[in-house]
């Protein structure tokens, strides 16, 4: 019975990691002075992979995903949706007292770093 329920669905598959992820742990890799070479070599992988995550290129696996963000002193933890807004905002009153973090960024502005060609999202 739990084959048919699942006959004919595909499982969902990332394409890449979303953008606002992306530049959180390319900004985390810069505040540590690393290059891509040397996140990759203290994580046992090439720079060029690494070059791939930042660039959406390739999707990680989810243990090289929680490696690199430990080894950027962050972590990855399961927020109930309702709550993320919150969190969110735990997180930017706790950066603001950090020199060049937490700053506010424009929704619509062109990011100068990143790829113009996304379409405009909205943020919480």
């Known amino acids: 019975m739990i084959k048919d329920a699942t006959k004919g669905v595909k499982p969902l598959r990332q394409k890449a990691l979303p953008a606002e992820l992306r530049r959180a742990l390319i900004e985390a890799r810069q505040k540590h002075g690393w290059s891509q070479r040397d996140l990759g070599s203290r994580l046992g992988i090439g720079q060029r992979h690494i070059s791939g995550i930042e660039s959406g290129k390739i999707v ?63 943020e919480v």
């Open 60 to 122: 990680p696996r989810y243990d090289t995903l929680l490696e690199m963000v430990r080894m950027l002193d962050r972590d990855l933890i399961m927020v109930p949706r309702a709550l993320v807004p919150v969190v969110q905002s735990i997180v930017r009153d706790h950066l603001k007292n950090q020199e060049g973090e937490g700053e506010e960024r424009s929704l619509y502005a062109a990011d100068r770093d990143y790829d113009s060609s996304q379409e405009p999202r909205d």
